[in-house]
């Protein structure tokens, strides 16, 4: 079964570095997303991404962050100047649809630790 | 703006025998889904069942039910015959009919003990 796939698997970064989260979407997906859970708490929505632009992000996604896709199959997370708090797991997602229920597939996540 | 609460930080349950994971909600929405993802150790979160909400019926996977009661905004999933594989994190999510973001739950870890 096909799957989403991320890498790397654990990234450790010091504080004010940039950072790239990559991410393999479902290659017939067409909707993309991005997630985070900071240890401890919920999963939060941060980006959703379609047609090559952001369809919809949360207060979390401010300018610190960025996505793009910059071939057929990569989908990548950009964190400038990286804080303390943006240590956590980050997970992408993907799907074929969106806004009818359709199921969002995930990867494994990527952990961020910022020293 | 939608919350999701699961009030079971951990559950588990013996081998073959029946567990239920709770899940309560929040949507100004009359047109939402509900979600349950299973994420076991060191692996992809990985959908578990869905339900539309308009539907009365309760959706059912295999071992998998839910008992979704709209007007309590309860969500429970129901695993019968338990089985080792199913020791994992388990989140309760929801989606807005034409909105993308899915909101999570804090999640139950869920133990099958042998």
């Known amino acids: 079964e096909p799957e989403v796939t991320q890498t790397p698997s654990h990234q450790v970064t010091q504080m004010g570095q940039e950072v790239i989260l990559r991410c393999v979407p479902i290659s017939n997906h067409l909707y993309f997303y991005w997630y985070r859970q900071i240890l401890g708490q919920k999963v939060e929505f941060l980006v959703s991404?379609?047609?090559?632009?952001?369809?919809?992000k949360s207060e979390i996604f401010d300018d610190q962050f960025s996505v793009e896709r910059p071939d057929g199959s990569n989908f990548t997370l950009k964190i400038r100047s990286t804080k303390l708090e943006d240590s956590a797991m980050y997970f992408c997602?993907?799907?074929?649809?969106?806004?009818?229920?359709?199921?969002?597939?995930f990867g494994d996540g990527t952990r961020l630790s910022i020293l | 703006a939608q919350t999701v609460t699961q009030s079971q930080p951990e559950m588990s349950v013996q081998e073959a025998e029946t567990v239920t994971l709770s899940c309560t909600y929040d949507?100004?929405?009359?047109?939402?889904?509900l979600f349950w993802y299973k994420q076991p150790p060191s692996r992809q979160m990985i959908l578990v069942i869905r339900?539309?909400?308009?539907?009365?019926q309760n959706a059912t996977e295999n071992r998998f039910s839910v008992n979704f009661q709209k007007a309590a905004k309860s969500f429970s999933l129901k695993i019968s015959d338990s089985q080792l594989g199913d020791a994992a994190m388990y989140f309760c999510a929801l989606s807005n009919f034409g909105n993308e973001k899915l909101t999570f739950g804090t999640g139950t870890r869920l133990t099958i003990i042998p």
């Open positions: 339900q539309e909400a308009y539907k009365q």
């Open positions: 949507t100004s929405e009359s047109d939402y889904y």
């Open positions: 997602a993907s799907s074929f649809r969106t806004g009818d229920g359709q199921p969002q597939h």
């Open positions: 991404f379609y047609n090559n632009e952001i369809s919809e």
